[in-house]
């Protein structure tokens, strides 16, 4: 077993440095990648040009709306500049230059809806929240809006091309007629699209929960719908009344199965998909095995107290030809470590430890180092090395058997964004970025390896106006971008 793992990481080392390679050039969905490990390669961004990073007074884009989403990052063949696409609330689609921060074009898919009309929630209005991703064989980009018309609220999928925002013929996508089609109840009043979405093997899936307050009857749904044939629909959802699939980073994949995180259930007396870490299929079959999921062995516990596993996104930590752990974090304050191929079921885990003194709601960030991976989050270290501590954490894993999960450094700042490192080749001068969203309204870098703050800044009056809770920030080209509402802001080096 322990030669297992230690050839695991061997080959998460390099594994990790060619995805950030991958996707160097474009920033196609959530966290740079699949696996939502949040490491962006920029060759030029070192220790010591992170301390001179500035903010671009030239680059002011401006567009109406609340951003909850993530921008992406697109570069057409043969270009040599970059298009940033950003959605919001406002169901509006923007593509902006990268350089110049000029509008390219805009497309509105509707009318969102007005939180007046819902029966709970904290978005107002509700338009596009979770990340859309990009398919780059196609150049299409593919977006779940809530939309209001005469007839009421509907949860849609959206497929525009990149080059103009013109709609793709076949869409958008009614998902409650869509299921209904199936024989399938989808409520669209009770169920919420936070999570971003994800593409794989020729199918994009889109995750939804519930409204905050877990109003209403809603569940947990994925729904994957065919690139080529959008009336070719697969789904799964869970069996219990709730567990919700919303965390910010949505699915993730490790190239060959799905991974969701599922919140609280409620009213159930067995369990029932909530609490958990799913494992899915390209087809969303899944077989109720415990190779395909994992749940605390306190899931009542949890249910009972909203300290759900569904404020974090399950990341896979291995290359997607080997076998290799999944790191999920909770609001329960637990980092669980599982093996991606077995979950194990009900009390699985090869290891639980609490990591945090505050639930874990946010993204994490994963890179090489120390023999092992770093994992960053947004929480209150629960055992920081140091006295420093902080809202930034993070943890270190090694290969054992079982392998092993302690606090590397924690980092102080306010907020409640999502981290992601940079990389100046996918594992050399580690820096890991956080703004401080409804905090501080600041811009962080510390030093991935030891935790030493490299970087803290603003706008003009060093602050980001307008950070929504979760927000994230990606890296493209010699810049890092950080969306708010209606402006986008670009630090340069």
Aim: proline share 7%; net charge negative.
């Amino acid at each position: 077993m322990i030669r297992q793992w230690i050839g695991w990481f061997s080959a998460l080392l390099p594994a990790l440095a060619i995805g950030g390679h991958c996707h160097a050039q474009s920033v196609l969905s959530y966290h740079g990648s699949a696996d939502r490990s949040g490491n962006f390669i920029v060759p030029a961004l070192n220790w010591e040009r992170a301390r001179l990073l500035h903010l671009d007074p030239s680059f002011q884009p401006q567009f109406a709306g609340h951003l909850y989403a993530q921008p992406l990052f697109w570069r057409p063949p043969g270009s040599a500049s970059g298009v940033l696409i950003v959605a919001t609330e406002n169901d509006d689609v923007h593509a902006i230059d990268a350089k110049s921060g000029s509008q390219l074009w805009t497309r509105s898919l509707g009318r969102p809806v007005a939180l007046s009309t819902q029966p709970c929630g904290n978005i107002d209005p509700l338009g596009i929240t979770g990340t859309p991703v990009i398919d780059e064989a196609t150049q299409t980009v593919y977006l779940a809006a809530m939309v209001g018309d005469a007839s009421g609220a509907h949860h849609r999928v959206f497929a525009l091309s990149l080059k103009d925002g013109a709609p793709i013929p076949g869409w958008p996508i009614d998902v409650a007629e869509a299921l209904a089609g199936r024989g399938q109840h989808f409520n669209t009043r009770f169920q919420n699209q936070r999570g971003a979405l994800a593409v794989l093997d020729g199918r994009v899936y889109v995750p939804y929960g519930g409204h905050y307050g877990d109003c209403g009857d809603y569940h947990g749904w994925v729904l994957g719908i065919s690139l080529r044939d959008p009336r070719d629909i697969v789904s799964w959802s869970t069996r219990g009344r709730g567990g919700g699939i919303w965390a910010p980073g949505g699915i993730s994949s490790d190239g060959h199965a799905l991974f969701v995180a599922t919140g609280n259930t409620i009213g159930t007396s067995t369990w029932s998909d909530g609490e958990a870490v799913i494992r899915l299929t390209p087809d969303l079959r899944h077989d109720e095995r415990p190779q395909d999921f994992f749940a605390p062995s306190d899931w009542r516990a949890l249910d009972e107290r909203d300290a759900d596993l569904g404020g974090s996104n399950p990341l896979p930590l291995a290359a997607p030809s080997s076998p290799g752990l999944v790191l999920a974090l909770g609001k329960d304050a637990r980092a669980y470590l599982l093996d991606g191929n077995n979950l194990g079921g009900i009390g699985g885990s090869l290891a639980s430890k609490i990591v945090s003194t505050r639930s874990i709601r946010t993204a994490p960030a994963a890179y090489p180092a120390g023999g092992g991976v770093f994992v960053a989050f947004q929480g209150q270290g629960e055992n920081c090395p140091t006295r420093v501590g902080g809202n930034l954490t993070v943890l270190h894993i090694r290969a054992g058997s079982p392998p092993s999960l302690d606090t590397a450094w924690c980092g102080a700042f306010k907020g409640e964004g999502s981290p992601i490192v940079t990389t100046t080749d996918g594992r050399a001068n580690p820096i890991v970025w956080v703004v401080g969203a409804e905090g501080d309204g600041l811009l962080h870098g510390f030093r991935g390896d030891t935790g030493e703050p490299l970087f803290t800044g603003g706008g003009p009056a060093n602050e980001i106006t307008g950070l929504r809770h979760f927000q994230t920030l990606l890296a493209a080209g010699d810049r890092l971008y950080v969306g708010a509402d209606g402006r986008i802001y670009a630090f340069a080096f």
